[in-house]
């Protein structure tokens, strides 16, 4: 038995026992010593009938098979033997477990009133409790009639009255008719599965409604009969408010889960997710039904499926937060990373009642942290393969990361240094300045460029010129500083001989900050001349070595503006000043007394008047700057008069040939009004457009400022100008930017020189027609007659053989002087050119060429008959025929084709032959070319308005495009393709 009941029943009078289906004691309580003076273990191992008369044996053998039988309990008045003859009377209860033992309780008859009073005793203590608790109890028989009701001390259970229930049944005490009808039904139930039902019903009262809970315990007889219920109605009013209020708050936060930015799912305790929000959805582009239970694990990267479920359920199952990354699908067919997070929910008697979840979409910050990783890699690699010297390190100077080349300059591995800070690396001296720049770098902090002497693993002093750029996060915070350190040892060396020079430049790389500042305040101007004043006496002494202990003072004029501190003596350094409004001055800059011993002095004497003069040569600029700023103004407006009133074009562009202003006379003379709408390779004859391009990309590629061009322009109706261009380039960092031209009309005195080539053409053609006549007509009947004279036949018959042989030979030499002449004055002027036109002309002499077999010339036309002027049918021939002998002497080639087309009024001539080539353009521009047949060429074609094009380069023969226009003094660019 138990030591907690055994002593617990040490002080009752009541006896426990237990027996075995034989009958056999196996304990008793311990009290039974008390009551009848005899030891428990003296019963225990012995059968029942021993300590029983002969006349009580039978009678509880048949009670106990009758036990048996029924399955009930039974009690029994009986007298027990004890030793010396005593007896102990008393009543005997029985009752038989599962197992077959029998259990009960033996009361001595000695007690039995003692128990009553206790009893009573007992039911008066319940009495008055259920009297004073708030809950409703009341007794009913097995029909369901109320035998006693405690009606309790809750104010809302006043309406009841104990002596109004007992004797009547539910409907009768005023119960409606549902509600009885529950009580009826929980009775019965109760009675039928031997067990405590519990109901809940509602009543109406002065217009309120009130919720109670009732428990309803069955009660059996000692036989095992239903005898009634016991009930307890507790008002659970409040209770049910509290319910409603927190259903009513879950259904508002689950509206507001419901369009939630985040991606809502939950749970219940059985692991299957019941809800998803809007917004989950939607990105999944699912029903609900598909997503619930394990529905959502579809949705899942088949890679993170196993992962993820097993996250979720190991949480699930120690119900605890989990963290958990995978891909999801979108609606869209691709995957997304997410960050999943899961939370526990208990419910308010702190049960666990499932999970509640968020997604978030986090793939672009995945993205990025793998590009992170990436660029880190790449930036790890190229700082380990890197000379320099590279490291990254915190405002306070400790570094994060170090390469290979700095952890071996001080003979350290790279991570021993982590952790440590650089400033331990410079001399005491040094460590001082560097804390306080260290301390302006944390305030603004910027790129900088300092130089610092260190002492490698070899005990050697070296230097190294050093690059600080901060490093902000994505907030603009200041993360970290990295560092580029680059030696320049062997430059500090050879510069050791310049050490007051290589004092005063590290003294301006201290000084870079106020510099920067002070030069942007001077760009900017916003500043009055007395504003600059006062900002330089605060400015100015922290950029000296000691700014605690550095003042200035500014006196120019009647102005005087210096820091509280500042005390005129001897060793004050100045700096002349000069100003339009204030006149000359000066700015005076005095030390504290530590400043001015002698060590100072004598070891940097002329960084101080160095800085200062610095700062009186930006201020003299600022002030210069403002005259020179009048004196543009006033230059600007001079300009802008000459740029109205100028008879030239004068014009601003692009570097892409818009343009952006144009002055009134390039209105007035080309007749475009929008010039933003314009562009000039729009105003640009298609003819002239190759050369201006090839002139601006050459002046562009070799950095000229300037070039100068003729070239034709087209009006706003179509005529075409010609134009001397005078062009400027600006640059900005190597790349042309602006073009700033003048252009002058040419047009007049370009068509008096075609006049003057013309009229010198045709004068030398009528010069060529009269020799060619007087060769003709002249020499040629001379000759003619000399021949005629010599083929006498009796001029030699009596000559000797000698002299015969002589005149035969004169003979000869007069028909080749004849045949010469004719030749001759058929090229100065050829018949067939007069008489049957050009294309019969240029037959007749290709015929010529090609009976020489040297070159092979073929001629292709569409018209016999051109209808041109005869001046300009003896050009094109003249001109055809100069490139024909330039080819027989020349190119080295086998074939010459020639077109000769004649479409609309206009000539075209393709010229080419397969020789070697050469560019024309150099051979014209060429000092050495003492030729002039390219250039005849030329000039004879512009005296009659015609174009001429040769092809570029010299490795696929000689090429040439000739256009002429019949009857028109302007060229018909449009045809020249």
């Not at 109605?233 to 708050?249: A, G, P, Q, V």
């Not at 891909?327 to 997070?341: E, I, M």
């Not at 018959?797 to 015969?804: I, R």
Request: hydrophobic residues 35%; contains cysteine; glycine residues 6%.
């Amino acid at each position: 038995m138990h030591k907690g009941w055994e002593s617990i029943l040490l002080n009752t009078n009541t006896v426990v026992f237990l027996i075995s289906g034989k009958g056999v004691l196996q304990s008793l309580s311990p009290n039974v010593e008390k009551i009848t003076g005899v030891s428990p273990m003296s019963f225990c191992g012995k059968h029942i009938f021993r300590f029983l008369d002969a006349r009580e044996r039978e009678k509880i053998k048949q009670e106990l098979f009758g036990l048996q039988a029924a399955a009930q309990s039974i009690e029994l008045e009986m007298e027990i033997k004890l030793r010396n003859k005593k007896y102990l009377k008393g009543l005997v209860s029985f009752s038989r477990d599962e197992e077959g033992f029998f259990s009960g309780t033996i009361t001595p008859s000695g007690v039995q009133q003692d128990l009553e009073t206790d009893r009573f005793q007992q039911q008066e203590i319940i009495r008055s409790t259920l009297e004073s608790i708030d809950d409703l109890v009341f007794v009913t028989d097995h029909k369901g009639v109320f035998t006693e009701c405690y009606t309790g001390s809750h104010p809302n259970d006043v309406f009841f009255s104990s002596d109004l229930f007992v004797g009547k049944n539910f409907e009768e005490v005023g119960f409606p008719a549902d509600v009885s009808e529950k009580f009826f039904k929980a009775l019965n139930k109760a009675r039928i599965e031997k067990k405590t039902q519990q109901i809940e019903y509602s009543l109406e009262v002065f217009g309120s409604e009130f919720f109670y809970q009732a428990k309803l315990s069955p009660r059996f007889s000692s036989m095992g009969d239903f005898e009634g219920i016991t009930a307890v109605c507790r008002d659970i009013s409040s209770l049910k408010k509290f319910e409603k209020e927190i259903l009513r708050s879950r259904d508002f936060y689950l509206t507001i889960l419901q369009k939630f930015p985040t991606l809502i799912w939950r749970a219940g305790k059985d692991k299957k997710l019941d809800f998803f929000n809007d917004t989950y959805l939607d990105f999944t582009g699912r029903s609900l039904q598909e997503e619930q239970n394990f529905g959502w694990l579809e949705q899942i990267h088949p890679e993170d499926q196993e992962y993820s479920l097993k996250i979720y359920k190991d949480a699930f199952d120690k119900k605890v937060p989990f963290r958990m990354e995978y891909r999801l699908r979108h609606r869209s067919g691709k995957y997304r990373w997410v960050l999943d997070v899961g939370r526990p929910l208990f419910n308010m008697e702190n049960q666990f009642a499932g999970y509640l979840g968020s997604c978030m979409d986090i793939h672009e910050e995945k993205s990025t942290r793998k590009m992170l990783v990436e660029s880190e890699e790449r930036y790890r690699s190229m700082v380990e393969s890197h000379a320099d010297l590279v490291c990254r390190w915190k405002p306070d100077a400790t570094l994060t990361f170090v390469n290979k080349p700095f952890a071996e300059f001080y003979g350290k591995r790279p991570e021993s240094l982590i952790g440590e800070k650089w400033l331990e690396f410079l001399s005491s001296t040094r460590q001082k300045r560097r804390l306080r720049a260290l301390k302006k770098l944390q305030t603004t902090p910027k790129k900088e460029i300092r130089e610092y002497s260190a002492i490698n693993k070899d005990g050697k002093k070296c230097w190294h010129h050093w690059v600080n750029s901060p490093i902000f996060d994505g907030d603009g915070n200041l993360v970290e500083f990295q560092s580029v350190g680059r030696d320049i040892t062997s430059r500090k060396l050879q510069e050791e001989e310049k050490e007051v020079l290589l004092l005063a430049l590290n003294r301006k790389v201290r000084e870079l900050t106020f510099f920067n500042n002070f030069s942007s305040l001077i760009q900017d101007r916003k500043l009055t001349l007395t504003e600059m004043f006062e900002y330089v006496v605060n400015t100015l002494p922290d950029a000296f070595q000691n700014p605690e202990k550095t003042f200035v003072k500014i006196s120019i004029g009647e102005i005087n503006i210096c820091s509280p501190e500042f005390t005129e003596t001897p060793d004050c350094i100045h700096e002349k000043i000069d100003s339009m409004q204030f006149g000359s001055g000066k700015i005076q800059v005095c030390f504290s007394p530590e400043q001015h011993q002698e060590k100072y002095r004598n070891s940097e004497p002329w960084d101080e008047k160095i800085l200062l003069s610095i700062v009186a040569d930006l201020l003299n600029t600022h002030i210069k700057k403002a005259e020179a700023e009048t004196m543009l103004a006033t230059s600007e407006k001079k300009f802008r008069e000459l740029f109205e009133n100028i008879t030239d074009i004068v014009f601003l562009t692009d570097a892409k040939g818009r343009f952006k202003s144009m002055n009134p006379a390039g209105t007035l003379k080309l007749g475009y009004r929008q010039w933003e709408k314009v562009s000039l390779y729009n105003v640009v004859a298609p003819s002239s457009l190759p050369a201006l391009r090839e002139a601006f990309t050459k002046a562009v590629r070799n950095n000229q400022t300037s070039f100068t061009i003729e070239t034709d322009l087209v009006t706003a109706k179509g005529n075409i100008l010609n134009f001397e261009v005078n062009c400027m380039i600006r640059f900005s960092g190597g790349e042309a930017y602006e073009i700033f031209g003048v252009a002058r009309d040419v047009t007049e005195s370009k068509q008096l020189s075609k006049r003057l080539m013309k009229a010198i053409v045709e004068t030398e053609e009528k010069e060529r027609r009269r020799f060619a006549e007087e060769l003709h007509d002249g020499l040629g009947p001379l000759l003619s007659g000399i021949r005629l004279y010599l083929q006498k036949a009796d001029v030699a018959w009596d000559l000797p053989e000698k002299e015969k042989r002589v005149l035969k030979y004169c003979n000869e030499l007069a028909n080749d002087a004849i045949s010469q002449t004719r030749t001759i004055a058929n090229n100065l002027m050829p018949n067939v050119l007069a008489d049957f036109g050009l294309v019969r002309a240029l037959k007749s002499f290709i015929s010529k060429i090609n009976e020489l077999g040297k070159i092979q010339i073929k001629l292709a036309t569409n018209e016999e008959n051109i209808d041109l002027q005869p001046v300009e049918y003896t050009i094109i021939y003249r001109v055809i025929t100069e490139l024909i002998n330039n080819s027989l002497k020349h190119s080295s080639g086998k074939n010459v084709s020639i077109d000769l087309h004649w479409v609309n009024n206009i000539l075209k001539i393709k010229y080419h032959d397969d020789g070697k080539g050469f560019d024309p353009d150099a051979l014209i521009k060429h000092p050495g070319n003492k030729g002039m047949g390219l250039k005849n060429i030329i000039n004879r074609i512009k005296s009659i308005n015609g174009s001429l094009e040769f092809n570029k380069g010299n490795t696929s023969g000689f090429s040439a495009k000739i256009l002429i226009t019949a009857g028109q003094e302007v060229l018909a660019e449009q045809a020249l393709k």
